[in-house]
């Protein structure tokens, strides 16, 4: 039988225990997972430069945000390289197109509300989310870099937050139908990497709750009311 002493001898070795870098396993999961994150920052540096069209005099700042972006399509790209793995970039492509689609239908509309709410809050919640789950497990090359690029999702939320908050009153009806279309989209996102993410020793429950922190702390932020939050939390569920 265990005794108190083993089992913490055993919570330990489970932080301290990084995965095998280096096993068929987890390069084939890194292909796809790593192609996820080199497409999703792509995506978000195309989108910021698209938000800054419809903007003109926040074209500047927003293209500020895109191209860090790029520096950290580039950052992963090589984390990838130095594990010896190749992206598999069709699969990224497909796995964003849902949401991809959504944001160019907003965009073709200058829905600022639904493009500011798909980018800056739901992909940037997601991408935290991974990333912090990620840096637990990543190999030190990794780590370094990925604890470089979440203190730059955090300014994309925030950007995206105050846009939505100085903007509030016009735009809260459309930002609960976005949400209604869009946060189950990310659900089912995150269920897809699921098995992937298991693969590279992150946990599917972990990831939800980092992301229900980030996407609940942003909206409280924006000056929903916790009813509201609660609600809009739900459009997960179906
Ligand atoms: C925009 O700044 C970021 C867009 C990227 C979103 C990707 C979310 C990734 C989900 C999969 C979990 C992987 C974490 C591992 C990182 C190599
Ligand atoms: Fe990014
Ligand atoms: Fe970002």
């Not at 604890?147 to 846009?163: F, I």
């Not at 992150?202 to 942003?218: G, P, R, V």
Request: hydrophobic share 45%.
């Amino acid at each position: 039988m265990p005794t108190l002493e083993t089992i913490e001898v055993a919570g330990e070795t489970d932080i301290n225990t990084l995965p095998d870098f280096t096993s068929e396993k987890y390069k084939d999961a890194y292909s796809r997972i790593n192609a996820i994150v080199i497409e999703g920052e792509k995506e978000a540096y195309d989108n910021y430069l698209s938000i800054g069209t419809l903007i003109p005099e926040k074209a500047d700042e927003l293209k500020k945000l895109a191209i860090m972006e790029l520096k950290h399509m580039k950052g992963f790209t090589a984390c990838g390289k130095n594990l010896g793995v190749k992206a598999d970039m069709p699969f990224a492509k497909e796995f964003f197109s849902p949401l991809h689609g959504n944001f160019q239908k907003a965009f073709e509309k200058g829905d600022l509300t639904t493009c500011f709410l798909i980018q800056a809050i739901l992909i940037e919640a997601f991408a935290i989310s991974a990333y912090h789950v990620y840096i637990r497990v990543a190999d030190p090359f990794a780590r370094k870099i990925t604890e470089n690029v979440v203190k730059d999702e955090y300014l994309h939320l925030n950007y995206g937050q105050e846009w939505l908050k100085a903007n509030l009153s016009s735009c809260k009806e459309e930002l609960i139908k976005a949400n209604k279309a869009n946060l189950p989209l990310i659900k089912s996102m995150l269920d897809q990497v699921a098995d992937d993410a298991h693969s590279l020793d992150m946990d599917k429950e972990e990831l939800m709750e980092e992301f229900m922190i980030a996407y609940q702390d942003s909206l409280l932020e924006i000056g929903m009311d916790s009813r509201e939050i609660a609600r809009m939390a739900l459009a997960a569920l179906v």
